[in-house]
């Protein structure tokens, strides 16, 4: 179940991520995470009561915890790609993603690699960078600061860290982190929008790509939690994570069929290693 819930995760990061950058077109990047954060928040809120079997002041510590780590990495995740090349910060940073908790199995192996394994997560490592690979007029410079790889690489690294903090949770709270994660977001950014100046924008056609975004990126924060909670083993939780950090395909797929943007060779070849690894890892 680990890979099925890695899958979930995965495709309904990628669709929130597309509709929060259709909203983004409306709407400063600020007022869009804080309403993205704030309708998570009040749908996983109402529905936990009815799902967690306990709740634990741990769990709630590093739901806090977890949720500073993922919006230190979303910020610096979008300031590196406010100022670099996105088709060079996305696979850095989906990488990283993927490679914290690969590089924690190694540290702490508990059962032996089979070869099926070992190439289901090479394959999975190779779509994470293909499937967010620039693609010609993507506008992708040759160059890259050593500021915007560091906060690509930082960005990563915090993501990756926020699947080992859920994995850390008891999965009979589940999904209380998520709600603490959310609400400890929320205010921040809540915060920090009251002190932003005031820009006037026109809301009305951000609507629904907002809502959709949040319900989809808490969603996939639950998904995400299930299955770092069903990878009983470092090795298992490996695969949640290169499964999960594939998120980019959607966005890809979404901004294919929605808006008629053309798929390069590069990202098909992704999205054929992406589904192999998919299957390979899911008979290993």
Known sequence: MAIVYSVIAAGVYGTSDYFGGLATRRLSVLTVMFWVHLIGLVAVGLATPFLADQLLGRD????????LVGLAGLLMFYWALSVGPMGVVAP????LTALVAVGWDLKSPDEPVTALTALGLVLGLVAVVTTSWPEAGDGAATKVSAKVLAASVAGGACFGTLLLIYDATSEAGAPWPVVSSRLA??????GALALAPRVSADASAAKVPVVVAGLGDTFANVMLLAASGAAVTARQLSVVAVVSGLYPAATILWARFHLGEQ???VRRFGMV???TAIVVMSVS
């Open 60 to 67: 709630i510590a590093l739901g806090v915890v977890a949720g």
């Open 92 to 95: 850095i940073a989906g990488l």
């Open 185 to 190: 977001t929320t205010v921040l950014l809540g």
């Open 263 to 265: 798929l390069g060779w």
């Open 273 to 275: 290693c992406a589904l």
